[in-house]
């Protein structure tokens, strides 16, 4: 819109009311009072039924400013008394709009040169609890909300300190959401600051719905299953985050903060470990690891051995081992995909599903059909053991990203093992890691601190030692301030 | 030769780069056909070819000292001109060519003997070449950051030889040296396989960021892996003894082999499939320098191939400029030819005991024009070096007249 | 574009696979134990055994083939032709030979295929069989109170190894003490005798061919003195009578652990003298009740121990040379040291002129929990 159109003050107030009008036609919750003032003029309040404080706005600034004469009204020195904590005046007919969808009280005045944005802002929100999908033992039990006012209060409260900024965008063509990028200025890189608001003033599409949107969007490989943006609903692991100098970009109706950059390894990092000894955050890291690489590996380990390396086995498992095959039908491959398939079905049946059916379906899916399909002689009874340890080993990733990323690989090394054996898994193993190697972060390398190695980075990613030895950022975000404890001044 | 300022190397990254190049197919095979030839001073021989192929690094790397930032097929061509310089590169492309072509093959000769038997060689030479047909595309830097897996991998043989200790006979080694100067160093060409990795310096010189520092890191990758190739010859030697070494064919496998753990009983299959990135490192650094520099070529001389997107740059940042998406598409059918070459290269050699032969004769003739292209290049830059200097000194002199 | 490639170059395997390689693991009969004995005709006499997989019921059977052939693989190839299950040998738990077959034939030579084949284990068992492996084999598995013939003999050869009754070799040791031209293997001897199989002691090889036997308490001595003996478990020695000063004769019966072992080789007039020196720590468990506080009584129990053995040591020593076997590895030490001496003879007939001297000192370290 032209600016010359959209100022006020270039219009007649009918005009102007009339505009308003034919933009807010059959929107009936954006409400126009209109009041008459002295003179035979008059006034609207302009406001979204729902989304205002209603008694601070009649009280604090329909009162008042009602009982001003006209004369007063016109002063804007005057005006700026009005008991009210955000109160900005504009000319601008489409900023007036902007702020009335945000849920500011707008008043027009007939003969006022602009007009009045009062912002008491008021909705309901869900409370703030612990979010469902990412629990810990020992730390806060804070969750982010929807609001994003809310969730930059939240990140306000954890670091007090005027260096936190954030950075605000407007993206989504219909939906003119609010997005924020939080970082901590002194401590975050300018250069990757400036690439990400680059990319995300970039953004072009018609609604970003979740957070995951953006992650599309802006990551460097597009095509890769592994996540490159870590996402959260914790503010404390935001905040932790935010201390290394990374940034968080926060959207408005979503919980669901990302973090960027990340490496692998931080996927397996939960708030958990570094909250009590180091010894037991070291030992669970590695469980973590080595659990993901259960995941992937087991079971094309379990087929490539039955189908081809059969002299691996140790003597004591070859006979009882044998013994249980015998019965089955099918090859070692349609016996895993049997399994795994009815595994991931069930997976997704329970996510989804409302509470109270979830526990019956665990019954269910976990004793009785792994029972009933050795009875029934369709599998093997190590087979249902292999699966169900690689099902527990995917579950212990806690971000559920990576967790997804392991789920697919898993199925794509059981194809290539059972086609060419322990070269399949080989193969597919190196090409992985090889995938893991070019992968980046914004702009980082994915893998480090092992590859780029970074020695003294490896206490805080690799293995966990203890906090007093943490003294030096890692290396990621590529921090300006290498030091904790300066107070990222 | 415009290099993309991302994916340059430090010179740390080339020495493992090197050094990983070195081991992976080497520590594997080569053992064999030194003892062989000269039966328990083997460590002798290796330890000297380490000490030759040192001096031969300090020469290569004095001669690109003098020419700054070019690589051996720039200097040749600016030593002897344009015609034979070209002839020289082309020999050397030719060696580069036949050399890959027998890593490959000797990486699915070794999964044919030990693992799969019967599967076809067309289908283990495209799932060897997966790996590297990825990274050439990215460049060289996923490369240099790839072999720093080696590193975790080389845990296991150093376990390996350390498991072994108890079983070695010092007596296997005795007597030193009752072997004849000249055997020893004509033995020695059968190291120049691996030993050869050196001569990855004057390939990938010009992306070294830091090039004061690549002599010196250089030296250390051949310090490591001669300490590591002379230590395998010593726990293999000790191990078995030199008669029955003669009849092996692959030691390190053969150690593993022979181990008997308590609970898994056979480690030997877990082994190679542990030490597998490092045999696929040797292909990926080789395949992707020889594809390099064989685009380079086919550009300058047929210039509608050559583009400005070079494969020493990886993922092309620009996606939405048309040259960018017109030259990885160079790039890839230009790759898949390249494997398609390799591969038939490779189907050229019936088994494995003529690959054996035919790495003797590839490595004479790559020990032939390696030193011999270092120190006639050096000797003749020198010359020119103390011709400009001397004319530089008289044009000095009868300025200051 | 490249994502396509990729992926294309990723499918194309899995389409065109055949599974060439492929062996399914219930379908492979494993093959646990190869008897080897000479046939009447020129060839081998060769028995399979192979667990039967079955459910319930027939817990310990095994599936007994016989069949002669020229070679080895020869003859699995027959035995393939006759059994349901696809026989493969990449599970052999112990290979029995009989001793006859020993003395005439190379075992170097018809085991060779074991090491030509990257799946078949080489640190498999090599057993010597008095008698017919196949009598032992067909008598094994129709044992009633003992579990599956290979993993019965597995326990029995283990547990002997570990107290030094027979020496501790397999497959692969057998090769290198027979590549190596200094070395003599040994291979554990045992006998079927009535309802079980005894370990007897070593044969002894010179070469290939087996030429001698020793029994398990001359395999001990000998495992000392190649610095082999397992250091954890002990050998018991069979009661010594102890001298009379103490009233009632009574034998006496104690462990042995050997702790050191030195060995030296010196040419003296164109013969090697060999020197070992050899200490054990004692372990008496049968004894007199008494008196064993007092030091002089245990300073002349640990001489007459070291007495006795050195006896025995000189005596086995001698069956070693009688026989032409190097178990020791003396050749080995001649050949490192004074390899112009070594190259100058021929070390079988001047490992029969060698005279070797062994020194031994025992140390009694405990007595049980009653003086």
């Known amino acids: 819109m032209d600016d010359d159109e959209n100022k006020l003050s270039n219009h007649p107030f009918e005009d102007n009311i009339n505009k308003i009008k034919k933009m807010l036609k059959d929107c009936p919750d954006i409400i126009m009072r209109k009041v008459n003032l002295d003179e035979n003029k008059s006034g609207f309040f302009i406001y979204i039924d729902g989304m205002v404080n209603i008694d601070l706005i009649q009280r604090d600034f329909v009162a008042p400013l009602l009982c001003l004469s006209f004369e007063k009204m016109q002063d804007e020195e005057t005006l700026r008394n009005l008991p009210v904590t955000d109160l900005r005046f504009t000319d601008d007919l489409s900023i007036l709009i902007e702020n009335v969808l945000l849920g500011s009280t707008v008043f027009i005045g007939e003969g006022l040169s602009r007009a009045i944005i009062c912002g008491l802002i008021s909705f309901d929100k869900r409370n703030i609890q612990e979010p469902i999908t990412e629990k810990n033992i020992k730390g806060s039990h804070e969750g982010f909300v929807e609001s994003i006012k809310t969730n930059m209060t939240i990140l306000r409260r954890h670091v007090r300190n005027t260096n936190l900024k954030f950075k605000m965008f407007t993206i989504g063509k219909s939906t003119n959401q609010m997005c924020a990028v939080a970082y901590i200025e002194g401590i975050a890189n300018p250069d990757l600051l400036k690439t990400l608001c680059e990319k995300i003033g970039d953004l072009n599409f018609d609604g970003f719905i979740g957070v995951g949107y953006i992650e599309q969007f802006i990551n460097d490989h597009p095509n890769s299953p592994f996540p490159q943006y870590q996402a959260t609903e914790r503010p404390d692991k935001t905040t932790a985050s935010l201390l290394e100098g990374r940034f968080a970009i926060m959207l408005d109706g979503t919980p669901v903060v990302s973090i960027v950059p990340t490496t692998f390894f931080s996927f397996f990092r939960a708030v958990d470990d570094f909250n009590s000894n180091w010894i037991f955050g070291t030992f669970i890291g590695s469980v973590r690891i080595f659990a993901a690489l259960i995941a992937i590996f087991l079971p094309g380990l379990y087929i490539s051995i039955l189908s081809y390396h059969y002299y691996t086995v140790p003597l004591s498992l070859l006979i009882p081992l044998a013994e249980s095959r015998s019965r089955v039908p099918f090859p070692p491959l349609i016996e895993a995909l049997l399994m795994e398939l009815t595994l991931e079905l069930l997976r997704e049946s329970t996510v989804r599903l409302p509470t109270f059916v979830v526990n019956s379906i665990g019954v269910v899916g976990g004793i009785i059909i792994g029972q009933a399909a050795v009875e029934a002689g369709l599998v093997s009874n190590l087979m249902v053991i292999v699966v169900a340890i690689t099902a527990i080993a995917s579950f212990v990733v806690p971000n559920s990203d990576m967790g997804l990323a392991i789920r697919v690989l898993r199925f794509i090394v059981m194809l290539f093992s059972a086609a060419f054996g322990v070269i399949g898994i080989e193969v597919t193993a190196t090409t992985i890691m090889a995938h893991l190697v070019t992968l980046e972060s914004l702009g980082q390398p994915y893998f480090q601190p092992l590859i780029p190695l970074k020695p003294k980075d490896f206490k805080d990613a690799v293995i966990r030692l203890h906090l007093q030895t943490m003294r030096k950022r890692p290396d990621v975000a590529q921090p300006l301030d290498k030091k904790r404890g300066s107070g990222g001044n | 030769m415009n290099i993309n300022k991302e994916n340059l190397i430090t010179s740390k990254q080339f020495m493992i780069l090197i050094f990983s190049t070195m081991i992976g197919v080497g520590i594997i095979s080569t053992p064999y056909l030194l003892v062989k030839e000269v039966g328990h001073n083997a460590w002798l021989s290796a330890l000297m070819s380490g000490i030759i192929s040192i001096l031969l690094t300090i020469i290569i790397s004095r001669l690109l000292n003098i020419h700054k930032d070019k690589s051996i097929f720039g200097i040749n061509k600016l030593l002897y001109g344009k015609y034979a310089g070209m002839a020289l590169n082309s020999l050397y492309l030719l060696y580069l060519i036949l050399k890959t072509s027998i890593i490959l093959r000797l990486i699915i000769e070794i999964i044919h003997i030990i693992i799969m038997k019967t599967t076809p060689s067309l289908i283990l030479s495209i799932l060897a070449l997966i790996c590297p047909f990825y990274m050439a595309f990215y460049g060289l830097k996923p490369i240099c950051r790839f072999s720093n897996f080696v590193f975790l991998i080389l845990v296991e043989i150093i376990f390996l030889y350390f498991v072994s200790f108890s079983h070695i006979r010092l007596s296997f080694l005795l007597p030193v040296g009752n072997i004849s100067l000249p055997s020893l160093l004509y033995s020695m060409r059968s190291t120049a396989f691996s030993f050869l990795g050196f001569a990855f310096l004057w390939l990938v010189y010009p992306v070294i960021t830091d090039k004061k520092n690549a002599l010196k890191y250089t030296i250390w990758a051949m310090v490591l892996s001669t300490l590591l190739f002379t230590s395998t010859i010593v726990v293999t030697m000790g191990y078995f003894g030199e008669n029955m070494l003669k009849h092996i064919i692959f030691p390190v496998y053969y150690l593993a082999l022979v181990y008997k753990v308590p609970v898994f009983e056979r480690i030997d299959l877990i082994f190679l499939v542990i030490w597998f990135p490092a045999l696929s490192m040797t292909l990926k650094a080789y395949f992707f320098v020889t594809y390099y520099w064989l685009y380079q070529a086919t550009g300058y001389i047929f210039p509608k191939i050559k583009s400005n997107a070079n494969a020493f740059s990886g993922n092309n940042k620009n996606k939405n400029s048309l040259t960018g998406v017109k030259d990885k598409k160079k790039k890839i059918v230009f790759l898949i030819l390249f494997s398609i070459l390799i591969v038939a290269v490779s189907r050229i050699l019936k088994d494995y005991n003529h690959v054996l032969k035919t790495i003797e004769i590839t490595d004479m003739i790559g020990v032939s024009l390696i030193s011999g292209m270092a120190i006639i290049d050096l000797i003749i830059s020198l010359i020119k070096n103390a011709a400009g200097s001397k004319n530089k000194f008289k044009a000095e002199r009868r300025a200051k007249k | ?371």
């Open chain 3, 1 to 371: 574009m490249m994502k396509k490639v990729l992926v294309f170059i990723l499918i194309i395997p899995i389409l065109i696979t055949g599974c060439w390689d492929m062996k399914i693991y219930e379908r492979i009969g494993f093959i646990l134990n190869i008897g080897v004995e000479s046939s009447k005709d020129e060839g081998l006499l060769v028995t399979y055994t192979s667990p039967v997989i079955a459910e319930g019921k027939k817990q310990n059977e095994v599936e007994l083939i016989e069949v002669t052939g020229k070679v080895l693989r020869d003859a699995r190839e027959k035995a393939r032709r006759m059994s349901a299950k696809l026989l493969e040998a990449g599970k052999i738990q112990q290979l029995f030979v009989s001793d006859e077959y020993a003395q005439n034939k190379s075992i170097h030579q018809t085991f060779e295929v074991l090491e030509r084949d990257p799946t078949d284990p080489i640190h498999c068992w090599v057993v010597i069989v008095e008698g017919s492996p196949s009598k032992m084999l067909k008598a094994l598995s129709k044992f009633t109170d003992k579990p599956r013939p290979s993993i019965y003999m597995d326990n029995l050869l283990e547990n002997s190894s570990k107290s030094s009754y027979i020496p501790d070799t397999k497959l692969v040791d057998f090769d290198i003490c027979y590549f190596a031209p200094g070395i003599d293997p040994i291979l554990p001897l045992v006998k079927l005798s009535g309802q079980e199989v005894i370990a007897i002691g070593s044969a002894l090889f010179s070469g290939d061919k087996m030429t001698g036997k020793i029994n398990t308490r001359q395999t001990f001595l000998t495992l000392a003195m190649m610095g082999k003996a397992k250091k954890a478990e002990f050998a018991s020695i069979d009661p010594l009578p102890v001298k009379p000063d103490f009233g009632n004769e009574r034998d006496m019966s104690t462990g042995l652990v050997p702790v050191k072992r030195k060995i030296d080789v010196e040419i003296e007039n164109g013969r090697p003298v060999v020197n070992i020196y050899l200490k054990f720590n004692g372990y008496i468990s049968e004894y007199k009740w008494d008196n064993l506080d007092e030091a002089t009584v245990r300073a002349e129990i640990e001489n007459y121990l070291a007495k006795r053995l050195e006896n025995d040591c000189d005596e086995t020593a001698r069956l070693l040379q009688q026989h032409g076997c190097d178990a020791i590895g003396i050749g080995d030490i001649v050949r490192a040291k004074y390899n112009d001496f070594w190259k100058s003879i021929d070390w079988k007939d001047a490992y029969k002129e060698t005279k070797i001297n062994v020194d031994i000192d025992v140390n009694i370290k405990q007595f049980g929990v009653i003086n």
